[in-house]
């Protein structure tokens, strides 16, 4: 059986905690308090029933009458007198006797023996008073415990909203460090003035991150390391293939060693991006021309509509190559007609093949994964790798969809989409402020 999960804040949980602490120390300490009230009202009402008592007594042996004074109520042998009070006559001794009722009005017995062997009572019912102040105090500790946990619920609002904005800051700064921002420190995110287990967590995070870091980057010059040495003897293998004779399997030996040249570069190239030290040399250029004609030296069939011009600053050599692995994509993976429409700083590449896999949809180009139960597998998975790292060089913006069924016979299709800045980064990584020149 499937278990309800219920979601709730820091702050909630801190506060129902802290409102139900409160609330059982303030039941707590009113059953306390009114029991000790009520046993000290009624101990009061002994000895002041006991003194009356007294008092009529010395009266009664003083009037030397069979009868004690009415003033007091007092009476000799009374027949309704408890039991208990009874036996404690037989001892000689006098006592007090209270019998409590569901309304809180107690009567207040008190009786002393006689020298001639009777016994004088005196029965009170203290009802107004004591009723009274009893009422006034559990209607103040009922205050008073609604108070505290009032109080205690809004302390527990107060801490607990403070310890959830500092743990959404921490998994604010950390959802950055995972979408590959990794100069962001989540304790610097965090910050305040009290420390708390919550920094604790922070330099955990922060410590994870240096660490996958500095593994990323041993990763990389490794792979560097191995591409660069792989350069010289598979240009050398290229120009030995050069001096084979002419036939089918040169042409196959050429062709494998040429796959293989480019591959070394390719992965050459992903290695320096992700250094992430390359940096944008800006050009101004009218994009919708720019487009037109590389992608004309590129493929004359291709069709490039420019819906709106637009001069940006850009690299150009960079943008050449993110058209080439755009269009060298929609080529092999794709259909024609391949389409390359450009709107603004708005490049999109669209083909009619059965479009992009859904796990490049879901987590963006990988190296290595040509999706080849989705597409027709070819290549090794780099070009759209090399084309999202040259657009973070650019600052721009590459997204991957699908186009669906139009109909009219249109099957959809893969389309690339890049966003080029406003301004983009220069060669020192900084942002120039640029001046709209013109355009057409």
């Not at 702050?11 to 059953?31: D, F, N």
């Not at 093949?353 to 994964?369: D, I, Q």
């Not at 991957?400 to 109909?407: K, L």
Request: proline fraction near 5%; glycine fraction near 10%.
């Amino acid at each position: 059986m499937r278990r309800l999960a219920l979601r709730t804040g820091v702050r909630w949980k801190i506060s129902i905690a802290i409102a139900a602490v409160g609330a059982l120390i303030a039941l707590a300490l009113s059953l306390v308090v009114h029991n000790a009230a009520r046993v000290s009202m009624l101990e009061n009402a002994r000895e002041v029933q006991l003194e009356r008592l007294l008092f009529a007594q010395r009266l009664y042996e003083a009037t030397n009458t069979k009868k004690p004074s009415p003033k007091f109520g007092a009476k000799i042998n009374d027949p309704s007198l408890p039991a208990s009070l009874r036996s404690r006559m037989q001892d000689d001794r006098r006592a007090t006797h209270v019998d409590e009722y569901d309304d809180g009005v107690p009567d207040v017995w008190a009786a002393v023996p006689l020298a001639n062997g009777d016994v004088l009572s005196l029965h009170t019912r203290f009802a107004d008073r004591s009723a009274t102040v009893m009422g006034d105090l559990d209607r103040a500790l009922i205050i008073g415990s609604v108070s505290v946990v009032f109080g205690g619920c809004a302390l527990g609002v107060l801490i607990g909203g403070q310890l959830s904005r500092r743990l959404r800051k921490a998994a604010a700064a950390a959802g950055k460090v995972a979408q590959g921002n990794t100069e962001v420190r989540v304790r610097e995110a965090v910050g305040g003035v009290v420390r708390d287990e919550t920094d604790e967590l922070a330099r955990a995070v922060d410590a994870l991150t240096d660490a996958l870091n500095e593994r990323i980057e041993a990763e990389r010059r490794v792979t560097a390391d191995i591409a660069h040495e792989l350069r010289t003897p598979v240009t050398g293998l290229l120009t030995a293939a050069e001096l084979l004779p002419p036939g089918r399997p040169t042409e196959l030996v050429r062709d494998r060693a040429q796959a293989m040249r480019t591959l070394v570069e390719d992965v050459l190239e992903v290695a320096t991006l992700d250094g992430a030290s390359e940096r944008a040399e800006l050009q101004e250029l009218q994009l919708g021309e720019f487009v037109s004609r590389r992608v004309r030296l590129l493929d004359p069939e291709i069709t490039v509509r420019v819906v709106h011009e637009s001069w940006v600053s850009t690299d150009p050599r960079r943008l050449e190559r993110i058209l080439g692995n755009l269009l060298g994509n929609a080529a092999k993976h794709g259909a024609a007609p391949v389409e390359v429409t450009v709107e603004g700083r708005v490049v999109r590449v669209r083909d009619h093949g059965p479009g992009f896999p859904e796990a490049l949809l879901r987590e963006g180009p990988s190296r290595f994964r040509t999706g080849s139960s989705d597409r027709s597998g070819r290549g090794h998975g780099l070009g759209l790798t090399i084309a999202a790292g040259q657009a973070r060089v650019l600052g721009a913006r590459l997204t991957f969809r699908n186009a669906g069924p139009a109909g009219g016979g249109d099957t959809g299709g893969a389309v690339a989409v890049l966003w080029l800045p406003e301004h983009a980064p220069t060669n020192t990584g900084s942002f120039p402020v640029l001046r709209q020149t013109g355009s057409a």
